[in-house]
């Protein structure tokens, strides 16, 4: 059972003060069921990983198992999969190692406990129930966390008897590190159908602890307090009912739109996918890339332009796509309209095969939701190396904000911006980008302009000058 936890945050040594584990020692601690060991395997100012390291006593674990399922065969007791694999041990492991870390502390540096750094976490192996990657993903991506997944065949020997259902798992995120150690706390356990100790009262507490913050907002909420709590109806019931008081309080950080400004976003999307259809009409495009297409909205709308051959869907978050499925109707959809729409599931800051030969790509109210140094990824991945002709970016206008009446000063119109731009400071990047890869830039505004302000949506029309 190994865990890794890489950052590339500058120095990435920090890491060390953070964990409170010194990078020169091996150390270790003692768990009830064998011993966790912690080392580096990398410690340099780019690059820092830190190693966690099961090593389990069976016999300890089958003296203190109470309702092991492995006992459904004869030796099940002594030859089982615990040893090898992340399970709920490795949480207990987690909080034990990293405990000052878990509560937000760090005495020689204090301020690192707020900063969000980019971490790559690594899990060999990990076990999943049935349906084992779509619930890995429904897990973990609704907290933003880049996904991939390697599954593990059963023998490499008889390759016909299929998959096992065990995977490596790899998460990228940009986030504090006690979030993540949170999120790992709670996450790996959930998808351990064997937990090997006795779920009481007190897990509760342990789960609404490390849950906070997060989990009451988590769309599969329900899902991981069950899992969690493994399926004891009363205690799941206690803590969703625990989980939903706090609801209300959260959800007043997004910001009220009064009903005149619902009204006014709504009619704003659909002036923008409209442009975009027709910008991409103009363009003589055929073949069409809608990335990060959340529900498809867009997509629905090309299916209809005969213009269109190939219509393909790109998102990360599984959930969008899964909705966005639904309302396409596809089982009921004519074969030969089929034929020319696709979903993918994908990042795009990842360099992704399945996106080149495209005539045309839009990219509609996206690039505001990265991270910036992950924006450099997605510009290279779709202007370096999707390249299509036509390229169109929509991110809102941050001047325009000062006209919303419920938002307050510097902030932003949705909870999971990480930037919104000026006009002045999206053309800087847009003509940049178009210098670096050789790209016409055409600026719209879209929606009602007011003087000295502009548009509440801005667009650039990238159009390839080879
Ligand atoms: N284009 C849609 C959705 C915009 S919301 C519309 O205009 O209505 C932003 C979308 O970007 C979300 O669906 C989100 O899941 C997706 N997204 C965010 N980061 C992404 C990434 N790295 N790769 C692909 N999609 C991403």
Same mark, same amino acid.
């Given at each position: 059972m190994l865990l890794t936890i890489t950052t590339t945050y500058q120095p990435a040594t920090d890491l060390g003060f953070l964990l409170h584990k010194h990078p020169d020692r091996l150390q270790s601690v003692d768990l009830s069921m064998g011993k966790a060991h912690i080392f580096y395997p990398d410690s340099l100012e780019e690059k820092t990983t830190i190693a966690l390291l099961l090593e389990i006593d069976s016999i300890a674990m089958i003296r203190g198992s109470r309702n092991d399922s492995s006992k459904n065969f004869a030796l099940g007791q002594y030859v089982n999969d615990r040893p090898y694999v992340a399970s709920s041990l490795m949480s207990v492991a987690l909080a034990k190692a990293f405990s000052t870390a878990m509560n937000g502390k760090c005495s020689n540096k204090p301020e690192l406990v707020e900063v969000k750094m980019p971490f790559t976490v690594k899990i060999a192996v990990l076990p999943a129930p049935k349906g084992g990657e779509v619930l890995i993903r429904k897990l973990f991506e609704p907290l933003g966390y880049e996904v991939k997944l390697e599954r593990h065949i059963l023998d490499e020997k008889f390759t016909d008897w299929g998959d096992s259902k065990y995977f490596t798992l790899e998460l990228y995120h940009i986030i504090t590190t006690k979030e993540l150690l949170s999120h790992l706390y709670v996450l790996i356990p959930v998808l351990d159908d064997r937990k090997h100790y006795f779920v009481s009262q007190h897990e509760i507490e342990k789960l609404l602890a490390k849950g906070k913050?997060?989990?009451?907002?988590?769309?599969?909420?329900?899902?991981?307090?069950?899992? +969690?709590?493994?399926?004891?109806?009363?205690?799941?019931?206690?803590?969703i009912e625990r989980l939903?008081?706090?609801?209300?309080?959260?959800?007043?950080?997004?910001?009220?739109?009064?009903?005149?400004?619902?009204?006014?976003?709504?009619?704003?999307?659909?002036?923008?996918?409209?442009? !975009?259809?027709?910008?991409?009409?103009?363009?003589?495009?055929?073949? !069409?890339?809608?990335?990060?297409?959340?529900?498809?909205?867009?997509?629905?709308?090309?299916?209809?332009?005969?213009?269109?051959?190939?219509? !393909?869907?790109? $998102? !990360?978050?599984?959930?969008?796509?899964?909705?966005?499925?639904?309302?396409?109707?596809?089982?009921?959809?004519?074969?030969?309209?089929?034929?020319?729409?696709?979903?993918?599931?994908?990042?795009?800051?990842?360099?992704d095969k399945r996106l080149e030969g495209f005539d045309a790509a839009a990219i509609v109210e996206v690039i505001e939701h990265l991270d910036k140094n992950r924006l450099r990824s997605l510009e290279r991945v779709v202007f370096e190396f999707a390249q299509p002709k036509t390229i169109i970016v929509t991110t809102p206008n941050a001047e325009y904000n000062v006209l919303f009446e419920n938002m307050k000063t510097?902030?932003?119109?949705?909870? $999971?911006?990480?930037?919104?731009?000026?006009?002045?400071?999206?053309?800087?990047?847009?003509?940049?980008?178009? $210098?670096? +890869?050789? +790209?016409?830039v055409e600026f719209l505004p879209v929606g009602q302009e007011v003087e000295n302000i502009g548009a509440p949506t801005q667009m650039g029309i990238f159009t390839n000058g080879n």
């Open positions: 913050g997060w989990l009451e907002n988590h769309p599969e909420k329900e899902q991981i307090t069950r899992r +969690y709590l493994k399926n004891l109806s009363s205690l799941t019931r206690q803590a939903n008081e706090g609801e209300e309080s959260t959800k007043e950080i997004e910001i009220e739109w009064n009903p005149a400004e619902k009204k006014q976003k709504e009619t704003l999307n659909q002036q923008r996918l409209a442009l !975009v259809v027709e910008r991409l009409k103009e363009s003589q495009a055929q073949t !069409v890339l809608d990335l990060g297409c959340g529900e498809g909205k867009l997509l629905r709308m090309l299916l209809k332009e005969k213009q269109f051959s190939k219509i !393909v869907g790109m $998102d !990360v978050s599984y959930q969008a796509l899964l909705r966005g499925s639904e309302k396409l109707h596809w089982e009921k959809m004519a074969v030969r309209q089929r034929e020319r729409i696709e979903l993918l599931q994908g990042s795009l800051t990842y360099q510097g902030s932003m119109r949705h909870s $999971d911006h990480r930037f919104e731009w000026t006009r002045n400071e999206f053309e800087i990047w847009a003509n940049a980008l178009g $210098d670096r +890869y050789h +790209y016409r």
